[in-house]
């Protein structure tokens, strides 16, 4: 698959461990900063990410903040995303088993890399069931387009 990756200054720590990793189970990765850990602002972050993702530039996105919520709240703003934020594994892959989920997001104060990694393969390997799931990801698009549900 082709990923988006981005993050604050604080999950810029985790996330070189990340690009690797995601690049040894044969994805191809963009980074789209930040490149240091010089303080900045995951809302810059999340955006872009998010925005590559929604025009279809990238099958998916993956987002690294203090805990997640910042970045993935951000990134739920733009149309077309469903991000969702996981520290555990199980959860990671029912959202996109269930929800169709198209970035996923960790906090690098919350979980250690070989979690980081674990939630990722699952997240990664897991394939949208459809069905009744779909009806309700087409119920989220009409909430997002302010349509009667
Ligand atoms: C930055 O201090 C921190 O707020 C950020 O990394 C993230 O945790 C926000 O949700």
């Given amino acids: 698959m082709n990923i988006a990756i981005g993050s ?3 999950g810029f720590e985790l996330k070189p461990a990340i690009i690797e990793y995601l690049k040894e189970l044969g994805h191809e990765v963009t980074d789209f ?10 809302p810059i ?6 925005e590559e993702v929604a025009s279809k530039h ?7 903040c ?15 995303i469903r991000a969702v934020v996981c520290s555990e594994p199980y959860s990671a892959k029912l959202s996109k088993e269930h929800n169709n989920t198209n970035i996923l997001a960790f906090g690098s104060r ?4 070989e979690l980081a990694k674990m939630i990722v393969r699952e ?3 897991a394939t949208f069931e459809g069905g009744r799931h779909a009806n309700r990801v087409e119920m989220i ?5 302010e349509e009667q549900i």
Avoid at 68 to 78: C, F, L, Q
Avoid at 141 to 145: L, P
Wanted: proline share 2%; hydrophobic share 30%.
């Fill in 8 to 10: 604050d200054h604080v």
């Fill in 33 to 42: 900063g930040p490149n240091s850990s010089d303080r900045t602002d995951y």
């Fill in 58 to 64: 990238y099958d998916c996105g993956i987002l690294i």
């Fill in 110 to 113: 919350v979980v250690g890399s």
């Fill in 45 to 50: 972050y999340g955006k872009k990410v998010a």
């Fill in 123 to 125: 997240w990664l390997s």
């Fill in 141 to 145: 698009a009409k909430v997002e387009r």
């Fill in 66 to 80: 203090g805990t997640g919520v910042g970045i993935s709240i951000t990134a739920n703003k733009v149309h077309g």
